[in-house]
């Protein structure tokens, strides 16, 4: 049963849908059909990823001069929401490179554009976004990764853990403390004293590999400094309301496809002589469930737009639109996991993936909790206080 025309996708013009139908053609061909596979036996489908580079899927908001598709985050939002309909981990990598993309596009000289954002939109090199680590998750002040100034450059010290692509990524961004407060490094992951300390074992997007990075004395040139030195707190924070913004798409992505098999299952299941959905018991929450899909689109769109406008609200839209997809797909796969009934525990049904891909949503990207620090700061001011 395809959604609901109209339903879909919500307000935004005619003027996305080409986007629209691009990314819905592309999830339909390549990812629906290898989701579960991908799933069942983790790998990382380098394989699509290529496609993706070859649809013009990553590098949305980058300029068509630098190698991306120059669209909007209006764009961006939708792209998210169709590929995370077919699997969270692939549009998950989307969200990846759009940050480093963004990144690069914004903050790199032409020669660190050349040699790292062309082939990262062609999906010749993949790329990792590297801040957290053992004692700085939510507070990033904790940073102890070190870059020390060297007549020839730079040597970097430290450790990073839950870095999305560590075991397959050619170069990261390094979040590093330098004499000048914290800066931004590029650093190639084949360099002498960079090692991929392990492999995260995960509860869901199991597509994503996610691991640890270590550095041990790492010669750096002068060139692997990203923008200014002491800029870098503001540099990998200028790209998180994007960021915000895409696992806003990535978790409507989640709830529709959660919606979509709990309707197809309603209709198709039946118990006492009639289909399930016809008690409201069961009807009801799917009803829900579509209405704050509906609800979490119109607010990711708003947030987009403002993000589209340059508006100082943005980073704020994008939090609300965050914390309210990623809280509402969590409920919509559990939902769909009891509309169900014993398959939806079972490997090989929707509901079990979808269930555990959306649980990662409330934390990465800012966990729900700094959502709301972030929301309740802007509109109540406790800085006289004591
Ligand atoms: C699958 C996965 C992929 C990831 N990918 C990346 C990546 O590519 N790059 C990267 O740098 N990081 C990545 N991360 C790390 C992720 O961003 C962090 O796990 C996340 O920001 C939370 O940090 P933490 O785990 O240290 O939790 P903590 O900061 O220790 O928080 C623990 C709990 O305390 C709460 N808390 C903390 N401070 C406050 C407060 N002031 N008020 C209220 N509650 C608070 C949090 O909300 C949370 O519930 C990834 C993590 C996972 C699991």
Not at 126 to 142: I, K, P, V
Not at 159 to 183: C, M, Q, Y
Not at 274 to 299: K, M, S
Request: aromatic content about 8%.
């Amino acid at each position: 049963m395809p959604f609901p025309a109209g339903l879909e996708f919500s307000a935004a013009g005619d003027d996305s849908r080409p986007v629209r139908d691009l990314v819905r053609d592309f999830t339909a061909k390549h990812v629906i059909p290898a989701a579960g596979a991908i799933d069942e036996s983790p790998r990382f489908p380098a394989e699509i990823y290529r496609e993706m580079a070859a649809a013009g899927l990553f590098g949305i908001t980058v300029p068509a001069e630098l190698g991306g598709a120059g669209a909007r985050a209006l764009d961006y939002l939708h792209v998210m929401e169709g590929l995370s309909f077919g699997y969270a981990s692939i549009a998950d990598q989307c969200g990846l490179v759009e940050l480093v993309g963004t990144l690069l596009a914004e903050h790199g000289t032409p020669a660190q554009r050349e040699r790292y954002l062309r082939p990262l939109l062609a999906a010749e090199i993949f790329c990792a976004y590297a801040l957290t680590e053992a004692g700085a998750g939510s507070d990033l002040r904790g940073i102890t990764t070190r870059a020390k100034a060297a007549p020839d450059g730079w040597i970097l010290d430290g450790e990073k853990i839950f870095i999305h692509n560590a075991p397959v990524a050619d170069f990261a961004t390094v979040l590093a403390r330098t004499d000048d407060g914290l800066s931004v490094f590029l650093v190639d992951l084949d360099r002498c004293g960079v090692s991929r300390t392990y492999r995260e074992h995960k509860m869901g997007q199991r597509g994503s590999q996610v691991g640890g990075l270590a550095f041990d004395s790492v010669r750096l040139p002068p060139e692997a400094l990203l923008g200014e030195e002491g800029d870098g707190f503001a540099l990998m924070t200028s790209v998180l309301a994007r960021g915000r913004l895409g696992v806003a798409g990535l978790s409507l992505g989640l709830s529709r496809a959660a919606i979509t098999a709990a309707a197809e299952q309603a209709e198709s299941r039946s118990a006492f002589g009639r289909p399930i959905g016809a008690n409201q018991a069961v009807a009801f929450p799917v009803a829900d469930a579509v209405t704050e899909y509906r609800a979490g689109f119109l607010l990711a769109e708003d947030a987009a737009r403002r993000l589209d406008q340059g508006r100082d609200d943005a980073p704020t839209a994008c939090s609300m639109a965050k914390l309210y997809a990623s809280e509402a797909c969590v409920r919509h796969a559990n939902m769909a996991v009891q509309v169900f009934g014993g398959a939806g525990y079972i490997q090989g049904y929707v509901p079990e993936r979808i269930y555990r891909d959306a649980r990662i949503t409330t934390i990465y990207e800012g966990t729900s909790e700094i959502q709301r620090l972030i929301i309740s700061r802007w509109l109540i001011d406790t800085r006289g206080a004591h």
